[in-house]
């Protein structure tokens, strides 16, 4: 029944591994994200898909990389980890189109990752 | 760019007290504004659009392009109300939404 679904909820890694947090919605939307929150809880979109097709591509390292299989997978994967990197994950959905969408996007629970 | 403030990192209340989340935002076209909200072991979720002019919850947030805020209130708060507050904004047609940094409510009895 759920809607948006991450795993893993939780990632503890050492520094310099490479990890990866896959995504999938079931909700039919053309549009899906990844939004990073800090331990201040902020929350910064990184980047978005339409229809497998990269749309938004925020000032992130390029070690990070996002994948669309298909519009109801958004997976990211980190490459040689740092300790910034610690943060919850957010994948989100929106029906989003080319036109002004409604801006409801559809949160997962998120995925803390925590670098050592 | 785009910037939306949310000045109050906590605010405390009393149950039955009117409770206002101040936001204040940077942009100098229209942009489309929201309140998202977070309670506790749930998602973030949707509360209210400012295109929607709508009452969720209790809750009402109205555009004042003049002072650029959308401040979220509710009369009368209860202690389901307690949760963390994000105000978002939009400018593009593809959702990309820029969130403040979040305020969190903590509603007591």
């Known amino acids: 029944d759920t809607a948006v679904s991450q795993t893993p909820k939780y990632l503890v890694t050492q520094m310099g591994n490479d990890k990866s947090i896959k995504c999938e919605q079931n909700l039919g939307h053309d549009t899906m994200y990844w939004y990073k929150q800090d331990s201040k809880k902020f929350l910064k979109i990184m980047f978005s898909y339409n229809n497998k097709e990269l749309i938004i591509n925020e000032t992130v390292p390029n070690r990070f990389s996002p994948k669309s299989p298909d519009k109801a997978h958004l997976n990211l994967h980190i490459n040689s980890l740092e300790l910034g990197d610690s943060a919850v994950y957010f994948c989100?959905?929106?029906?989003?189109?080319?036109?002004?969408?409604?801006?409801?996007?559809?949160f997962g629970e998120g995925s803390r990752l925590t670098v050592l | 760019a785009q910037r939306v403030t949310q000045p109050e990192k906590l605010l405390s209340v009393f149950k039955g007290a009117p409770v206002e989340l101040k936001c204040n935002y940077s942009y100098s076209g229209s942009p489309e504004l929201f309140w998202y909200v977070q309670y506790s072991r749930q998602r973030l979720q949707l509360l209210l659009r400012h295109i929607s002019r709508e009452s969720i919850k209790g809750f009402t947030a109205d555009l004042n392009k003049g002072e650029t805020s959308f401040h979220l209130k509710k009369p009368f708060a209860q202690e389901e109300d307690s949760a963390m507050y994000y105000c978002a904004l939009t400018t593009d047609s593809w959702g990309k939404l820029q969130f403040g940094a979040g305020t969190q409510v903590v509603v007591t009895p």
């Open positions: 989100a959905s929106s029906a989003s189109t080319a036109r002004v969408d409604t801006g409801e996007l559809f």
